[in-house]
DNA sequence: AGCACGCCGACT
DNA sequence: GTCGGCGTGCTC
């Protein structure tokens, strides 16, 4: 046999770009080089080992050879991951600029990427994880299956769908709440699936937000497997959904953004659900858009895309009305329900007092008589946003942050009367940084007893709402409720079985829920939507006000003359013509999205245009000014140096000034940004190349860290 | 990011 | 006398 070396390609989840060599005895294991490609190894890595992915092979190295480590060995009872999946990691690492394994590794299982050891071997093998759950999820019986019957405009798109099978398409499939977008999806699903061996990805923003898709899903898949992809379920079923996907198991694939990222056997067609929504985007860790990604795979694989929304994002729009992608509508509700009518309540009209305006809450009073559910729409958590003095100028700042703490109830409901200064019964809680602290018993600046809690949240609504209206039954769903374990399910059970007369909640209500009670929805405010700084604030406020619109008379309404509680959605503004809102009030996702885009293109803003963000912290902040300031004289230079050729082809490359972030310190580092505008996407690509290497290479206490796309700025 | 090594304050 | 603070430097 040969005594040439052999090395391994790894990507482990460090900081650093690129891969790492080690060397390996191919005889030892027995193994080609090439079958090493997408398997799971281990390393030592300083003192330390890791797992990490082997994303190429060679039979020879650029690293100093007496430095190249043995490789520790493979993870046990495991296939590699396919080649198109280490393809696409590739693809995003490259897009993203940040280390392959940064966006490989933290999305792999917990049981899977774990190093196993002499001492604290795995309990159970990845080989056992596998075969021992034969039964995933399958789909519940015959007699729960019906498939429903599809309207003219469904068949439609089913038929489209159909026809993309094989080939790589993306199609846009706009439809309104209601209007049967998951129908569709199933019965493609269902098309894609009588091929042997074939799987599905159905991508949604959040699971635990829209358990009734899943249940659809179930319902509707008679005997098939269904795989679970999402970062709140056990490490053991996480593990045996993701070797389900893996192997092939699995039929059907349901999971959050990682469930992009995670490798599958034979995918034939990807559907990406509310395709607009920021969770697709938001990060903890590596921000890449996981819609965007699936676009990619779906290419790279040859498979056609399929992305649902009410309110498509300006990105999908934008390249629908280009015909990049295929446009499908779905323009009425599936059953033919009427969407709700929307009344909007002029505030300089109609003085709002404690937050609700007289025209809201007789209306209000009206359909609880009626007994039809109200939902109120809140968008802040807590009690009130900031808890002041009324003798000074004292408010409850947090001191790692530049922001307020908030005041929250520490309990559930129950109403707290009397003072709230030294009250246990309230905490001061910062949104950004997390510290939580007593409220002080008299002001911390001039002693002063009457301290008082400055606006309204969804737990000062619903106090107010519980007072104003003493036999309803009122019952709230945000983040605090949604964190207790069982709390959001009981919320949900108890609003679907009209136990609940008024919902109060913040987004996570508007999100998929289907309440059959419900006739009656209250925008309580909306206007910073309007005009606040970031320019895709008015795409998520109307989308939120259409999905808001969505939840309310779904089903099926009765008119009855004594009782003349139509469907209805009430949004109270100052600014009531407002394009936005004359959008909304005629159901018109087109007129807006014209609008809006008219807008962006003045402003020369995406899709116009593509950003790259370089976001900077540190705890001085003169010190991010300064290391931001040199970072934009590099890249000036960099850009310089590209602008011959760029110049001819009418490409420009803009850099901003750096900027402090809107919150400018958070648990005590400040934070600024830069941000560079392109109107061409390479060019931006070609600039990062150059700069994100040098900005390594000199060190500093400040932490960095570039954001292509940033979906905020 | 971890994790070591390294040189200065309040404790059993 | 040491436990431990986190600054700095490295990881194929």
New binding site residues.
């Given amino acids: 046999m040969s005594d040439k070396p052999h090395f391994l390609q790894v990507a482990l989840d460090?900081?650093?770009l690129?891969l790492?060599?080690?060397s390996i005895q191919i005889e030892d294991h027995l193994i080609e080089l090439q079958d090493c490609m997408g398997r799971l190894v281990w390393v030592?890595?300083?003192?330390?080992q890791r797992v990490g992915v082997v994303m190429g092979t060679s039979i020879s190295s650029e690293?100093e050879l007496d430095?190249?480590?043995p490789f520790g060995g493979f993870i046990p009872d495991l296939i590699p991951l396919p080649a198109s999946w280490v393809k696409l990691m590739q693809f995003a690492a490259d897009y993203y600029h940040v280390p392959v394994g940064a966006l490989a590794i933290p999305v792999l299982p917990k049981l899977v990427r774990t190093v196993p050891t002499k001492t604290a071997r795995p309990r159970k093998s990845l080989e056992q994880r596998r075969t021992a759950k034969k039964t995933l999820p399958v789909g519940l019986g015959a007699a729960i299956k019906k498939t429903a019957l599809l309207n003219t405009a469904q068949t439609a798109a089913l038929n489209h769908m159909i026809q993309q099978q094989g080939r790589f398409s993306t199609t846009l499939l706009h439809g309104v709440t209601g209007s049967g977008k998951t129908e569709v999806y199933l019965q493609w699903f269902e098309q894609l699936l009588t091929e042997p061996g074939a799987q599905v990805l159905l991508l949604v923003p959040e699971i635990g937000l829209t358990p009734q898709l899943v249940d659809s899903v179930a319902a509707h898949f008679v005997g098939k497997r269904i795989a679970v992809l999402h970062s709140g379920t056990t490490d053991a079923s996480r593990a045996s959904d993701w070797l389900a996907t893996l192997y092939g198991d699995a039929d059907i694939i349901v999971g959050t953004r990682l469930a992009a990222l995670t490798p599958i056997k034979n995918c034939r067609g990807i559907v990406v659900d509310e395709e607009h929504d920021a969770s697709y985007r938001q990060a903890d860790g590596i921000p890449y858009s996981a819609r965007d990604l699936a676009i990619v795979r779906a290419s790279q694989l040859q498979i056609p895309i399929l992305l649902g929304s009410a309110t498509p994002s300006m990105e999908s729009w934008h390249a629908a009305q280009k015909k990049r992608y295929h446009y499908l509508a779905l323009p009425q509700r599936a059953q033919g329900q009427a969407l709700p009518a929307v009344q909007l309540v002029d505030l300089r009209k109609h003085k709002a007092t404690l937050g609700f305006s007289e025209p809201v809450l007789n209306a209000m009073a009206r359909y609880l008589t009626a007994k039809r559910q109200v939902l109120i729409f809140v968008n802040r958590r807590g009690f009130a946003p900031v808890l002041s003095c009324n003798a000074c100028d004292w408010m409850s700042d947090c001191d790692a942050c530049s922001a307020h703490r908030v005041l929250h109830h520490l309990s559930g409901p129950g109403v707290a009367a009397g003072a709230v200064g030294g009250s246990r019964r309230y905490r001061l809680i910062c949104h950004h940084c997390g510290t939580n602290r007593p409220v002080p018993a008299r002001c911390p600046n001039c002693g002063n007893l009457d301290l008082a809690g400055q606006g309204r949240g969804t737990q000062r609504i619903e106090e107010e709402l519980s007072a104003r209206f003493p036999n309803a039954n009122i019952g709230r769903l945000d983040r605090d409720v949604n964190s207790k374990a069982g709390a959001a399910a009981a919320f949900f059970s108890a609003a679907h079985s009209g136990e609940l007369d008024i919902l109060i909640g913040t987004q996570m209500l508007a999100k998929g829920h289907d309440f059959h009670h419900l006739s009656l929805a209250v925008v309580l405010e909306s206007d910073q939507g309007l005009f606040a700084a970031d320019f895709r604030a008015p795409e998520r406020l109307f989308a939120n006000l259409m999905q808001v619109a969505g939840r309310v008379g779904r089903h099926d309404y009765v008119a009855d003359p004594a009782n003349p509680v139509e469907p209805v959605l009430m949004v109270q503004t100052r600014y009531v013509d407002h394009p936005l809102f004359q959008a909304l009030k005629k159901h018109d996702y087109a007129q807006f999205a014209k609008d809006h885009l008219d807008e962006r293109q003045q402003a020369n803003m995406p899709p116009f245009s593509f950003h790259v963000l370089l976001k900077a912290q540190a705890k001085v902040a003169q010190e991010v000014m300064a290391w931001l300031d040199a970072a934009r004289t590099q890249a000036q230079n960099i850009a310089s140096n590209m602008a011959q050729q760029a110049k001819q082809e009418g490409i420009e490359l803009k850099i901003y000034l750096p900027v402090p972030m809107p919150v400018a310190r958070v648990a005590h580092l400040e934070r600024a940004q830069l941000l560079i505008e392109s109107n061409s996407r390479s060019s931006l690509h070609e600039l990062l190349g150059i700069w994100i290497p040098q900005l390594q290479t000199q060190?500093s206490?400040v932490?960095w860290q570039v954001e292509v796309d940033p979906l905020e700025i």
């Fill in positions: 460090v900081p650093l690129g790492f060599d080690y030592p890595w300083g003192a330390a690293f430095r190249i480590k060190k206490r932490r």
